[in-house]
Every structure is written in C-alpha cells, then in structure tokens.
C-alpha cells in the first residue's frame, strides 16, 4: 500500500545551494530573458509595420515569435524568482498552468515550423500556384488549426498526468514542471501513461519531422535544376533559415525526452531542460534576422527611426 498524501505544491530542482552561484544562475536567465524578449518582439514589430513583410512566411514567422515570447515566458521567470528568494517551491496550480503552457506552445511551435515547410515548397517546386494555395484565408486558416490542435493536444497531456494521485515525492528533478519528471511521482504504475505520452508525442513528431524531410527533398531537387546560380543561391538561403530552426527544436526536443529518466537529481537533466526549453525560443530571431535580408533592412530602419526620435 502506498502512503498517499495530498500534494498541494512541488519543489523544483535548483542550479545550486550556494548563494553566489543563485545569485550568477539568476544573472545568466535574466541576460537571456532579456535577449529573447527583445530579439522576439523586434521581429513581430519589423513584420507588423512593413507592407512588404506582409507574405504567408513572414506571417508564420510572425507566429513563430509570439510563440516563442510565451514560451520562454513560461520557465524563465519562475525559476529566477526562486533563485532569487533562494526558494524551490511551485504550488499546484502553478505546476498544472506551466505543463500545459509549454506543451501548447511546444506543439504549436512545431506545427508551424511543418506549415513552414509546406509554404516553402509550394513557392519553389510549384511558383504558378503559390498566390491561389497559399492565400490569405489558407493562411489563416493553417495557423488556428495549429493553435486550436495544440490546445487540445496539450489539454489531454496535462490532464493525462494530473489526474494521478502523487505520493512518491513532491521534488521534480528540472528547473520547471515537466511531465516525465511528474509521472515519477505518482503512486499507481505510471509506466503506460509514460509510455503513451511519449509515443503520442514521439508520433506526432515525427510525422511532422518526415514532412519536412519530404518537403526538402523536392525542393532542393527542384532548386537544383535551375540553371542561374543567383536563383539557386535566393531560394537555398529562403530556406536555410528554416532548417536551422527545425534542426535545433527537433534534436534538442528529441534528446531531452528519448534519453532514460534518471532516479535522482542530474546535472544532465538540467542542461537538457535549458538546452530545449530556452535556446530554440532565444536563437529563433536571430537566425532568421541573421540570415534575412528583408528582416535586417527592416530592423535597421526601426533602429534608425528610434535613435532619430530620442534626438
């Protein structure tokens, strides 16, 4: 029989217990915070104000940034504060609003990027049909079916693991509320929800991951067949940006929830949280603003324009 007890809040797993290095774990996810709050917001305000902007990629990149402001949103601050106040706690609430968040806008994020590739192939290997398959209401339409999927893909994840009774321990190896890290805690036989969740997720994902491949397959075909190397190299750098993107969210996703779950605290389970929770969100502007022309023209007009008024 297993003592159960009511969990009415978790501990979270922190960097450290010595003061100096919570105070320094602080400083490092706040530079990083920072840098995904303004890289993120610079490229939604770029793409809002130029007309130019105004294409289906730029506004699936558009998406990509909101979702990523509410992702890093999701883990950072929490786990500053508690560095902070030199505290572990999370209540219950906040542990069940933190999974479903990251899950939606994981999912969300990933189902994008598939659009992405979508968007991209039918602009190189089918030009003549892009304006009348990617249009305005597809568009729309491809971006609320991945946002409402996704709340109801998180929804049942979540409600998949709090529906279990916790007696284990309520300490959560990971800096935030992570759904294999949950399952070990619970009391009953969690080994076919852990399993389920995995192959649900792992599923999706790769479905996902084979479009993409497929995508790039007939577009670096067809990008090999045109004879100018100026278009060959317009349409590869269009899409070098995405797969870097794509590249960095999968392998890293991949990692963090392939790998066997150890028993106790890791210093490679925390590496592995950051390593997917913040650094696809914080490099995803700056690849494409890195990689872009139209991007880079437009920040720099920004820029400009807001150094101009402060004169």
């Not at 007939?218 to 349409?235: C, D, N, Y």
Request: glycine share 4%.
């Amino acid at each position: 029989m297993f003592n159960r007890t009511i969990v009415t809040e978790f501990l979270l797993l922190g960097f450290s217990d010595v003061r100096e290095l919570q105070i320094l774990h602080f400083g490092v996810f706040l530079v990083i915070y920072l840098a995904g709050m303004l890289g993120n917001p610079l490229i939604i305000t770029a793409v809002a104000l130029d007309h130019h902007l105004h294409t289906p990629m730029y506004f699936f990149l558009l998406n990509l940034s909101i979702l990523d402001l509410g992702s890093i949103s999701v883990t950072i601050p929490k786990s500053m504060a508690n560095s902070l106040m030199n505290t572990r706690v999370i209540s219950y609430p906040g542990c069940v609003t933190q999974v479903f968040l990251f899950f939606f806008f994981t999912a969300t994020d990933l189902a994008l990027l598939t659009i992405m590739a979508y968007d991209r192939h039918v602009a190189i290997c089918q030009p003549l049909h892009y304006e009348r398959v990617v249009n305005r209401r597809a568009c729309v339409q491809m971006a609320a079916s991945a946002w409402i999927t996704s709340i109801v893909y998180s929804a049942l994840h979540t409600g998949n693991t709090f529906r279990l009774p916790f007696c284990q321990s309520n300490v959560i190896n990971q800096f935030f509320c992570e759904i294999p890290q949950l399952l070990k805690l619970t009391c009953s036989d969690s080994d076919l929800s852990e399993v389920g969740a995995i192959v649900l997720g792992a599923f999706l994902g790769l479905n996902c991951f084979v479009f993409i491949i497929v995508s790039y397959v007939q577009i670096f075909k067809t990008v090999l067949r045109i004879p100018s190397e100026q278009g060959r190299h317009k349409a590869f750098s269009t899409c070098l940006p995405h797969l870097i993107v794509v590249s960095l969210l999968v392998c890293t996703a991949s990692f963090a929830y392939l790998k066997p779950t150890s028993s106790s605290a890791s210093g490679l389970d925390l590496m592995v949280g950051v390593l997917y929770s913040l650094v696809p969100p914080v490099m995803n502007p700056i690849i494409y603003s890195m990689r872009n022309k139209e991007i880079k023209a437009e920040l720099k007009k920004l820029i400009v324009w807001r150094l101009f008024t402060k004169s």
